[in-house]
């Protein structure tokens, strides 16, 4: 059965959520379980309910919207992403999943599809690592990654537990509850945009998702010594942002001399204290992110800057800590659920083209937890991340449309 698409409406939910922001518009902040964050659930909590799907809140914040199926006693096919997003960012990365998740939804609705197994649209709490500096917590929960116990522990730069701070998301039950067993779904099946620019340069509709990198990150914190930045002499110094600047540079110069094109190094935050432009720095953090499509390569690769983060704060004299806050392997998509994907492509007559993906996305736990797929649409000029984000009516709807005829194959089997 044909299922057509209401890119008006879809577009002008994908609008009003942008108006969810802490940043002047175009540009998008939306931190997990802000007040922001909240808001924006509230609304599409409203949508779902509207879409006549039953809502549920896991303690974690994670939101399950579920369309029943004919056989209840079958694993539900899931599909979904996640709405928070960075600081001064876009209004596609996610949102796109879930809002474009539900319009599938809808879409089969009013097609007359029966669901044979349930189909739930899945919003998952913090996949941006912005708040606890760990991405995807609420799919990391779900599939094991992390325990609630250790979940709990995570503080945020205000000293906030997620063990407290989770509790704004008013689900229900414990944060190890929020554990899925394997196979607790039949399937899972994220839509998102590429955030690079492989599908807009080869002028390809649909990119099939095949592997996904293996993100890490470190955090580094150095302590020197302050002071006046007139009274202290050059001689006395330990100027805390020295190894800082240091170490950045060496990221990225470890990245591009170790790695192939598939190693990626960045220093995202930097941050020195006290931040007075006539005081010596006396304490820098920074948070570094690696990432690879050969998980043994990356490991390489953060070794050296973990030895060189602490090599460089020995040289300038400064208490030097190396954490690693997440080194997770590359996850591997289902292959039948790849040709699945590429029969919907193909049914609506859009070329497809298997990539795989430089970013994480919950579908990197998802595929410990069931089958898992993606299906990624164009970005233009591949930009994410940024308020220049962008994904076009037309290519949004040919990516609902695939996803709808992958839901309608998984969900009648
Ligand atoms: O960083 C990522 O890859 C994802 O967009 N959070
Ligand atoms: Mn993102
Ligand atoms: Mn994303």
């Given at each position: 059965?044909?299922?057509?698409?209401?890119?008006?409406?879809?577009?002008?939910?994908?609008?009003?959520?942008?108006?969810?922001?802490?940043?002047?518009?175009?540009?998008?902040?939306?931190?997990?379980?802000?007040?922001?964050?909240?808001?924006?659930?509230?609304?599409l909590m409203r949508l779902m309910e509207e879409a006549g799907l039953t809502v549920r809140i896991d303690a974690a914040g994670n939101l399950f919207a579920r369309w029943s199926g004919t056989d209840p006693h079958l694993p539900a096919v899931a599909t979904g992403s996640h709405t928070d997003a960075i600081p001064h960012s876009g209004r596609y990365d996610g949102t796109?999943?879930?809002?474009?998740?539900?319009?599938?939804?809808?879409?089969?609705?009013?097609?007359?599809?029966?669901?044979r197994r349930a189909i739930e649209l899945v919003m998952f709490t913090a996949e941006e690592p912005t708040r606890y500096g760990v991405g995807c917590l609420g799919s990391r929960l779900m599939s094991g990654a992390?325990?609630?116990?250790?979940?709990?522990?995570?503080?945020?730069?205000?000293?906030?537990?997620?063990?407290?701070?989770?509790?704004?998301?008013?689900?229900?039950?414990?944060?190890?509850?929020?554990?899925?067993?394997?196979?607790?779904?039949?399937?899972?099946?994220?839509?998102?945009?590429?955030?690079?620019?492989?599908?807009?340069?080869?002028?390809?509709?649909?990119?099939?998702?095949?592997?996904?990198?293996?993100?890490?990150?470190?955090?580094?914190?150095?302590?020197?010594?302050?002071?006046?930045?007139?009274?202290?002499?050059?001689?006395?110094?330990?100027?805390?942002?020295?190894?800082?600047?240091?170490?950045?540079?060496?990221?990225?110069?470890?990245?591009?001399?170790?790695?192939?094109?598939?190693?990626?190094?960045?220093?995202?935050?930097?941050?020195?204290?006290?931040?007075?432009?006539?005081?010596?720095?006396?304490?820098?953090?920074?948070?570094?992110?690696?990432?690879?499509?050969?998980?043994?390569?990356?490991?390489?690769?953060?070794?050296?800057?973990?030895?060189?983060?602490?090599?460089?704060?020995?040289?300038?004299?400064?208490?030097?800590?190396?954490?690693?806050?997440?080194?997770?392997?590359?996850?591997?998509?289902?292959?039948?659920?790849?040709?699945?994907?590429?029969?919907?492509?193909?049914?609506?007559?859009?070329?497809?083209?298997?990539?795989?993906?430089?970013?994480?996305?919950?579908?990197?736990?998802?595929?410990?937890?069931?089958?898992?797929?993606?299906?990624?649409?164009?970005?233009?000029?591949?930009?994410?991340?940024?308020?220049?984000?962008?994904?076009?009516?037309?290519?949004?709807?040919?990516?609902?449309?695939?996803?709808?005829?992958?839901?309608?194959?998984?969900?009648?089997?």
């Open positions: 059965m044909e299922s057509t698409v209401d890119i008006a409406k879809l577009s002008a939910e994908l609008e009003h959520l942008a108006t969810f922001t802490d940043a002047p518009p175009p540009a998008v902040t939306r931190v997990m379980l802000s007040d922001t964050d909240l808001a924006a659930r509230e609304y796109v999943g879930v809002l474009g998740g539900l319009e599938a939804i809808r879409s089969l609705k009013r097609s007359g599809h029966l669901p992390i325990t609630g116990r250790k979940a709990e522990k995570l503080v945020d730069g205000d000293g906030v537990s997620f063990g407290d701070f989770h509790k704004r998301a008013g689900g229900a039950g414990t944060l190890e509850e929020v554990r899925l067993p394997r196979k607790h779904f039949r399937a899972f099946v994220e839509l998102h945009i590429e955030q690079g620019p492989r599908l807009e340069a080869s002028e390809t509709p649909i990119g099939i998702v095949t592997a996904i990198a293996a993100p890490a990150s470190l955090r580094v914190t150095y302590v020197g010594a302050g002071g006046h930045a007139g009274a202290v002499l050059m001689a006395d110094r330990r100027d805390a942002l020295l190894p800082a600047a240091e170490l950045a540079v060496a990221v990225d110069s470890t990245a591009r001399n170790l790695g192939t094109t598939d190693t990626v190094a960045t220093t995202g935050v930097l941050d020195v204290h006290p931040r007075a432009v006539n005081s010596i720095p006396s304490r820098t953090y920074l948070e570094i992110d690696v990432r690879d499509v050969n998980e043994s390569r990356r490991n390489n690769v953060l070794d050296v800057i973990r030895h060189q983060a602490q090599a460089i704060g020995d040289r300038h004299r400064q208490e030097t800590t190396v954490e690693t806050i997440n080194a997770d392997a590359p996850a591997t998509c289902d292959p039948q659920i790849v040709k699945v994907i590429e029969a919907a492509a193909d049914e609506a007559q859009l070329t497809s083209s298997r990539m795989i993906s430089r970013a994480y996305h919950d579908s990197l736990f998802m595929a410990q937890v069931c089958p898992t797929g993606m299906i990624f649409i164009p970005c233009r000029e591949g930009l994410s991340h940024c308020p220049e984000e962008y994904a076009s009516p037309l290519d949004i709807a040919r990516g609902v449309q695939v996803l709808a005829a992958t839901l309608a194959r998984l969900s009648s089997e």
